[in-house]
């Protein structure tokens, strides 16, 4: 079993000083913690996988393909693999978790 502390992944990713920390991998899914600090730009491209945001706080607007939506903690956002996406105006500090399914990069040519 993997088990995990979501205080101590927040740890591991400052720690780690990027903004993203993988810390489940399996064939058929992986999972992160995403953090962007207010006023920040998302500089993520599209995915080859489907994902899932899970923002656990902050306030933001987040636009999918030419669709805007405000986000905070509490959010869940689906987006489409290779759905050009990208995190936006971000009033307080974003910490998302994020889900691919399958793993991120298992479908990359």
């Known amino acids: 079993m993997d088990a995990f502390e979501f205080s101590q992944l927040v740890s591991q990713r400052k720690e780690s000083n990027k903004p993203y920390l993988e ?3 399996v064939p058929d899914l992986s999972m992160g913690v995403y953090v962007l600090p207010a006023g920040e730009t998302d500089p993520q491209s599209p995915h080859t996988e489907d994902e899932v945001y899970y ?4 306030r933001a ?4 393909a030419d669709e805007d ?3 905070q903690a ?3 956002v689906y ?3 290779n759905v050009e996406h990208r995190f936006h105006s971000i009033e307080e500090e974003l910490i998302v978790i994020v889900f691919f399914a ?3 990069y ?4």
């Open 106 to 109: 298992t479908k990359r040519p």
């Open 69 to 71: 939506r405000a986000v």
């Open 79 to 81: 987006v489409a693999k």
């Open 74 to 76: 509490g959010s869940f």
């Open 61 to 64: 607007q987040i636009r999918v």
């Open 102 to 104: 399958p793993a991120e």
């Open 23 to 25: 810390f489940l991998k």
């Open 55 to 58: 923002v656990v706080s902050g």
